[in-house]
């Protein structure tokens, strides 16, 4: 007997076991043609697993971008199988596929892979996909698959195999022709689907991510139905490339790195004021819904982070500091804000007139991550978050998480960013009742219902506290980062955690619901973000260097400096360039240098008092170069001012 639950609720029962494809199948013809394989109960598998029992069925199509996770699954086996082949004696570790590709870990002893070798495997693998072996599913005892593993010299997998026996799980090996690999499955039907592939990068990594362990390499490489897309992927990747936030920031003299504190970033003077302006917008746009701003400590006792959980969940990501002395304690730096905040609301006794009490912090948070896993500042050790506490009653509950929504989409829609949700429910490492946690989950996708606002389900990537909605913001280049965040948390002020209450109207004590809100999440990784996005040419109201003046020569020196004074006294960021260079390089470096106006100043312009100006590097909210970059545009000095002023006011 089988029950087959479908995404629409509907239920399908088979008076015997039931292959994904034979299910589709019966579902229609078109679906069965389509069906690269399927999701049961959450888990990828293949479309000719059979299927037994009672099931949760999600059949996944070429049309939906779940099929890519199948394709460059097989790939991976693909790329794996070809390097073998072109560099005998190299060893296996993970293959998994990623979020724009996938990638294989190799030991290859002293072997050191690079781009020169791509070809190669390139070749090798274009023979075996030209074969189109069919992909098949072998389930073996420990021993046997042992055996298997230990008879190749895949010291890799079958440490990883003694894991899963211990663990009980089935242990299945992926084979097509000649080759299989330890795996947990979810491939395509046969590797001739594999239409369009490109081998990428090569990285160094280390065996189950410790440092203390053998170092691996890892070849990236990327996977696709059809060549067109393969092709859009990479000229994506190039442009990308061009506009990587890690070469723009020092460039634009933005921040930099150093050794001295690695992976944090130095902020620099323009870097600075760029993210002030951010900082200001978002005050802007808190303090019309009532948000009061604090700020709390970086060093933390360690009974807070125990109390809070983060000690018990979080651990592996803190940093620790033991203080010895006339007081010993060991403190901790604080990964996220919110403990903090609830000894805030905690410094004064609160009542239900004082609800909702809406928290804002800018703070500084650190988190241990493994060095390669940083990257620039879309990953780094210390960082910014604009986090926000709201501490409210039930009743209260679902109107707060409509204003914070409200608030996400009137920020992100001042960059230009279209958004998508997804709500995380309960990961397997949690605290709280199966009831808090339904009551948070069900308060959440309510208010999405409510507005009307699609979003998908991610079972078991909630934070160990509550549930989220995650908002993944897409960029000019269609990448999907995930910035904001929403979570509804009634652990953390339970008298079992951090003791928050307030007083009700029947005089009585009660715990507050409070929701967790960051809506750039990083501002690190939401500015890098924003450089690529608009290529380094930030908008004129976060750029800084608003106005270059430029003198032709000496004999222009005195008007420009008439001229930056009135910019600068009417609140302008403007610069005057009086070096003795040419004019022609003045204007290529503030080109170079992104400024989105250059006021030049020569014999004319000093004898009418008018500007000449020239529009820098110009960008749109949809990241786009502008028509009007490179323009001249004649005007008065009040007038250049007026336009400067409504263009900021306005946020363009």
């Given amino acids: 007997m089988l029950e087959v639950k479908l995404p629409d609720g509907s239920v399908r029962k088979y008076d015997q076991p039931q292959t994904v494809e034979a299910v589709a199948r019966s579902i229609g013809k078109s679906l069965a043609r389509d069906c690269v394989?399927?999701?049961?109960?959450?888990?990828?598998?293949?479309?000719?697993?059979?299927l037994t029992g009672a099931v949760q069925l999600v059949i996944v199509t070429k049309q939906d971008p779940r099929a890519l996770d199948f394709l460059r699954h097989s790939c991976a086996h693909v790329m794996a199988e070809a390097v073998q082949r072109v560099f005998p004696g190299t060893l296996l570790a993970f293959g998994p596929p990623v979020e724009d590709g996938y990638y294989y870990d190799f030991f290859a002893g002293d072997r050191r892979f690079s781009q020169e070798d791509f070809p190669a495997i390139e070749a090798a693998m274009k023979d075996i996909i030209a074969r189109d072996d069919p992909v098949r599913r072998i389930e073996l005892s420990p021993e046997e698959a042992r055996a298997r593993l230990v008879a190749r010299g895949e010291?890799?997998?079958?440490?990883?195999?003694?894991?899963?026996?211990a663990?009980?799980?089935?242990?299945?090996?992926?084979?097509?022709g000649g080759f299989e690999d330890l795996c947990m499955g979810g491939h395509v039907a046969s590797m001739g689907a594999i239409g369009a592939f490109k081998v990428t990068r090569v990285a160094g990594a280390y065996w189950r991510g410790n440092?203390?362990?053998?170092?691996?390499?890892?070849?990236?490489?990327?996977?696709?139905?059809a060549q067109a897309d393969l092709d859009e992927h990479l000229r994506i990747q190039a442009e990308a490339e061009k506009r990587d936030h890690r070469k723009l920031g020092p460039a634009l003299k933005l921040f930099v790195f150093r050794d001295e504190a690695p992976s944090i970033p130095f902020y620099l003077p323009h870097g600075t004021t760029a993210l002030n302006q951010l900082f200001e917008f978002s005050r802007e746009l808190q303090r019309a819904r009532a948000y009061q701003e604090i700020r709390t400590p970086q060093l933390l006792d360690l009974d807070l982070w125990r109390r809070s959980g983060h000690y018990d969940n979080f651990r592996d990501n803190m940093y620790f500091v033991d203080v010895t002395g006339e007081e010993q304690a060991t403190l901790a730096l604080k990964p996220m804000n919110c403990p903090g905040c609830c000894l805030v609301f905690n410094s004064e006794k609160r009542s239900y007139r004082d609800l909702p009490m809406r928290l804002s912090e800018y703070g500084l948070v650190h988190r241990h991550e493994l060095s390669g896993a940083t990257?620039?500042?879309?990953?780094?050790?210390?960082?910014?978050?604009?986090?926000?506490?709201?501490?409210?009653?039930?009743?209260?509950?679902?109107?707060?998480i409509a204003d914070v929504m409200a608030l996400v989409d009137e920020l992100y829609k001042a960059f230009g960013f279209e958004y998508r949700l997804a709500l995380s429910t309960r990961p397997a490492k949690s605290v709280g009742s199966d009831e808090v946690w339904d009551r948070a989950t069900k308060a959440l996708a309510g208010v999405l219902d409510a507005r009307g606002q699609a979003y998908k389900i991610n079972p078991?990537?909630?934070?160990?506290?509550?549930?989220?909605?995650?908002?993944?913001?897409?960029?000019?280049?269609?990448?999907?980062?995930?910035?904001?965040?929403?979570?509804?948390?009634?652990?953390?002020?339970?008298?079992?955690?951090?003791?928050?209450?307030?007083?009700?109207?029947?005089?009585?004590?009660?715990?507050?619901?409070?929701?967790?809100?960051?809506?750039?999440?990083?501002i690190e990784r939401f500015f890098g973000i924003l450089i690529e996005h608009f290529a380094g040419a930030l908008p004129l109201w976060m750029a800084p260097v608003q106005v270059e003046v430029i003198a032709i020569t000496d004999a222009h020196h005195d008007r420009a400096k008439v001229v930056d004074a009135a910019l600068v006294a009417a609140g302008l960021r403007s610069r005057a360039d009086l070096r003795g260079e040419k004019?022609?390089?003045?204007?290529?470096?503030?080109?170079?240098?992104?400024?989105?106006?250059?006021?030049?100043?020569g014999d004319v312009?000093?004898?009418?008092?008018?500007?000449?100006?020239?529009?820098?590097?110009?960008?749109?909210?949809?990241?786009?170069?502008?028509?009007?970059?490179g323009q001249q545009i004649t005007m008065g000095l009040e007038a250049f001012i007026a336009r400067l002023r409504d263009e900021i006011q306005r946020r363009a």
Avoid at 390 to 395: A, Q, R, S
Avoid at 583 to 601: D, F, H, N, S
């Fill in 37 to 50: 394989g399927a999701l049961v109960d959450g888990v990828k598998v293949e479309r000719s697993r059979v």
């Fill in 155 to 165: 010291t890799f997998k079958a440490e990883y195999l003694d894991e899963l026996a």
């Fill in 167 to 176: 663990r009980g799980e089935p242990i299945t090996f992926y084979a097509h």
């Fill in 211 to 225: 440092p203390q362990g053998p170092v691996l390499q890892r070849i990236y490489g990327t996977a696709f139905f």
């Fill in 375 to 400: 990257h620039g500042l879309l990953r780094t050790r210390g960082f910014t978050q604009d986090d926000a506490h709201v501490f409210c009653t039930m009743e209260q509950l679902s109107d707060e």
């Fill in 460 to 522: 078991g990537e909630g934070a160990f506290y509550g549930p989220k909605i995650e908002i993944h913001i897409t960029d000019s280049l269609k990448r999907s980062w995930q910035c904001g965040t929403v979570q509804v948390d009634f652990n953390m002020p339970s008298p079992q955690a951090l003791d928050c209450s307030y007083v009700g109207s029947d005089n009585k004590p009660h715990v507050p619901v409070m929701i967790h809100r960051a809506i750039f999440g990083s």
């Fill in 583 to 601: 004019m022609g390089q003045k204007i290529r470096e503030a080109t170079l240098a992104k400024v989105p106006y250059m006021a030049i100043i």
């Fill in 605 to 629: 312009e000093v004898a009418s008092g008018e500007l000449s100006i020239r529009v820098g590097p110009r960008v749109g909210r949809d990241g786009a170069a502008r028509q009007e970059s």
